[in-house]
């Protein structure tokens, strides 16, 4: 039994978690405190919607091997920073141990995923076309 092409960056496994760990992050922040709203929150939030986002262009260039890897090596760096901010949430009081280590746990899992895409990003690029070749219309 063969596996489906997947077809959107969205049906990656890895956006799919991390994805699922920016919404939860984002519910997270609704409950810190109002003094963090503009330093903690959104930094936060920003870095681990990044995650999501760098991901979405990784897939929309994975023609050009060199663009995918540098985009992936992105996600991998907004990744980075959300476990940073993360900590930094925890040592501050908003978020509790065991909520810090269940997020710290899954981002990491997402990091894991990224690496493993960045040691072999071939797998998830096509074929690449001879722009001269009959198909192309030149």
């Known amino acids: 039994m063969s596996k489906k092409p997947i077809k959107s960056a969205e049906e990656l496994e890895v956006y799919q978690l991390a994805y699922a760990v920016a919404m939860e992050i984002f519910e997270e922040t609704k409950n810190f405190n109002r003094d963090e709203k503009f330093s903690l929150t959104d930094q936060i939030r920003r870095s681990s919607r990044a995650v999501c986002a760098n991901l979405r262009e990784a897939w929309a260039k994975r023609r050009y091997p060199a663009h995918f890897v540098s985009k992936l090596t992105d996600a991998d760096a907004e990744n980075s920073e959300t476990e940073t901010w ?51 219309g030149s």
């Open 86 to 136: 993360l900590c930094f949430a925890k040592d501050c009081g908003q978020l509790s141990p065991e909520k810090h280590f269940e997020l710290l746990d899954r981002s990491r899992q997402v990091g894991r995923m990224l690496g493993g895409m960045l040691r072999n990003p071939k797998i998830f690029c096509p074929l690449e076309t001879d722009a001269r070749s009959p198909a192309s």
